[in-house]
């Protein structure tokens, strides 16, 4: 039950920095906040109306308070423990609405604070943004999310800066995307796409680690799909190409050229073969073994066709190879 | 919570596993509440993609939308089968009068994104790089993100790349500091982790920095 409390004057609250899980409403008298405006410094001074809450956002986040809350003139104000202030606004909705809006105002100030200060190395035009994803995913042949990050690209900027290119990447995108979605319906019947094979969830689970930077893991679970699903499963070999990444991430070098050479010798059509040597080669790089990295290099070179990105880091490697 | 009422049916929308719900840099006006399967927040950084989040039925995204029209900050996609209720900003109110357990969620939410955002700010206003880097171990520390505390010693599952954006600097200069900072033993480096040595010394160095810049 929330309870009544009757503060005298000059008494406070609860004091800034202290940790709470209680909120108030001022049922009659005056409470002033406190607070240091987190910019200059200087101190903000606020009364609290008769009827209004306060201590809302630190109990709710059990954050310390931000304010000083000091009593004026003797004044009653109502506790509530977090949850009776959940049932009290379940059945007061026009005072949680008020408070979103109170909350959007100084969420939008503090993040439009933030977005001002933050460098400009970090703020990517939005417009170039978007392209990249289109762009990463079609890398990572993630065709269906490149097909969406490109085609959402076009929708926004039509005469964008990168839409020609943009279009280029989409209809090759957009050919393979159909490939993969007819191929996934043939092979799981009628419309029955709904639930996610067991491979193809362990599959998402190492993606998920490789992006969490566990590697380790994310090498041994793709190494079991890619060896349990063969060569015709759908994750079969995206899954061995992966646990190459991974070796080469953790900078096993003999390893990830003993990896890739074997897939290649097992499957010479793969589709990622030029990565694949590209893996070799800059693994022969970092072993200081320069000859038959350059070998291997320039022949990802050759092949790249229009990856621009797989042909960039080959030249850059062959780059520091000569420059040494 | 019951969503799953008929009248609320008119907003459900659904995404096929490894769907994109919105990509990030794209323009959003609406957010999602999600009702069934899971929803993984990526971001690009670099040459991956970085999970900041997985969502559960019951939670919400994209809400940032609902304040401005900014860009996304994020990408959305499904994990498994998704059902989510979709909401905008003419739709929003509507909602809200007839399910405040939803406002309500929403109210905590942005509590949580006001505490982030002025915690970063204070990170942001420090002139000092070094005393950056440090605070965004404490602000990690506070939020409780350290997956190995004990006395002194905590472990962060973090990349120089994520601790490069906290800062709000480029990854090579965070990497000069984490450089220093680890030859000085402050932090271990580790593969996929960083390992703060003592963080109260890391509380005193930034209090340190912060009354510097407050004289």
Known sequence: MPRAMTYKPGSVIYFRGDVGDKIYVLKNGRVMLTSEDIETGEEIQERVGVGEFFGVKSAFGKYPREENAQVLSPSDVIIFSVYEFEQYAAANTRVVLKMLKVFSTQLRRIHTKVTNLLDQAEQVDPELGLFRIGEYYHRRRQYSQAKYALERYLAIYPNGRSSKQARELLSEVSSHAERYSSEQTGSGGHGDTDELSDLGKRYLKAVNQFGNGDYDAAFNLFRAVGQESGEHGEYGLKSLYEAGRCLHVLGRHDETIRHFTALLQKYPKMEQLPWALYFIGISYKEKNEHDRALSFLRKVQSMAGNDADLRKKASNAINALESE | ?215
């Open chain 2, 1 to 215: 919570m019951n969503t799953n009422l008929p009248a609320f049916e008119r907003f459900a929308v659904y995404f096929d596993p490894g769907q994109i719900i919105f990509c990030e840099y794209e323009p959003g006006d609406s957010f999602y509440l999600i009702q069934e399967g899971r929803v993984q927040i990526t971001k690009i950084m670099g040459d991956l993609e970085k999970t900041i989040d997985v969502l559960n039925p019951g939670e919400i995204f994209g809400e940032m939308a609902i304040l401005e029209d900014s860009p996304r900050s994020a990408s959305a996609v499904s994990v498994d089968r998704v059902k989510a209720l979709h909401f905008n900003k003419a739709n929003f109110e509507i909602l809200m009068q007839g399910q405040p357990q939803i406002a309500l969620k929403l109210l905590k939410l942005f509590t949580k994104r006001i505490y982030d955002q002025r915690r970063r700010f204070m990170i942001l206003t420090l002139s000092d790089v070094s005393a950056k880097v440090a605070d965004v171990f404490l602000m990690l520390d506070e939020t409780g993100m350290a997956t190995e505390a004990d006395e002194e010693r905590r472990v962060f599952r973090v990349s120089i790349d994520d601790v490069a954006h906290w800062a709000g600097i480029n990854t090579d200069r965070c990497r000069e500091v984490l450089h220093h900072f680890s030859t000085q033993r402050r932090v271990i480096l580790g593969k996929s982790s960083i390992t703060v040595s003592n963080i109260n010394e890391l509380i005193r160095f930034v209090s340190t920095r912060r009354k510097k810049d407050g004289s």
